[in-house]
């Protein structure tokens, strides 16, 4: 029985048709993240490694991949063309996308403990205030950077909730892919 397909949608560079014609496939690499965020790509690379670390667990990557392709899971969504880019709309088997809540994806960007629901927001906040900290931003690229490694672990492993999707819709919710394929 074959498996039932998703549309997705992305915008990617102009560039990225060649490597399709060439390559049958477009899949995504480290510098590209690197080109397109300048001098703040350290960070964001952190976290796109993490990303990609954990996306592996839910749907295995392909040994030459570096990073996933974002998509979005409607039109409306999806970054609007601009020049020197183009927006692919894609049919992709559903056991291939990467689904994850794009809101959550923001304490990822910004290292900070992304927390399961209100109350333990409060309670994290508390926890913070306790442990003398003037900002949650700080147990990672602040000020307290190396000094709290148990809160370290606890933030990181908190990220893994982005793929806890508690609101469905076609704003919060992106569809990460490996590789877009010729076909």
């Known amino acids: 029985m074959k498996e039932r397909p998703v549309t997705l949608y992305t915008r990617q560079n102009d560039k990225t048709l060649r490597q399709l014609e060439r390559d049958k496939r477009i899949i995504n690499h480290r510098q590209y993240v690197q080109i397109h965020f300048g001098d703040i790509a350290p960070l964001f690379l952190d976290s796109y490694d993490w990303f990609t670390k954990e996306a592996s667990k839910r749907v295995p990557r392909p040994q030459d991949v570096q990073a996933s392709i974002w998509c979005s899971i409607s039109r409306e969504s999806c970054l609007k063309p601009i020049p020197d880019t183009v927006v692919y709309q894609l049919e992709v088997p559903e056991s291939q996308v990467i ?75 992106c569809g990460n892919i490996w590789e877009i394929k010729e076909e």
Not at 110 to 122: C, G, H, S, T
Not at 152 to 173: A, C, L, P
Request: net charge negative; aromatic share 18%; charged share 40%.
């Open 99 to 173: 689904y994850f809540d794009e809101v959550k994806w923001d304490y990822v960007l910004n290292r900070i403990y992304l927390p399961k629901d209100e109350a333990d927001e409060k309670a994290y906040k508390k926890h913070v205030k306790e442990l003398g900290v003037e900002s949650r931003f700080d147990f990672l690229v602040g000020k307290c950077r190396y000094q709290y490694p148990e809160e370290e672990r606890k933030i990181r492993e908190s990220w893994k909730r982005v793929f806890e999707i508690d609101n469905w819709t076609i704003y919060n919710v």
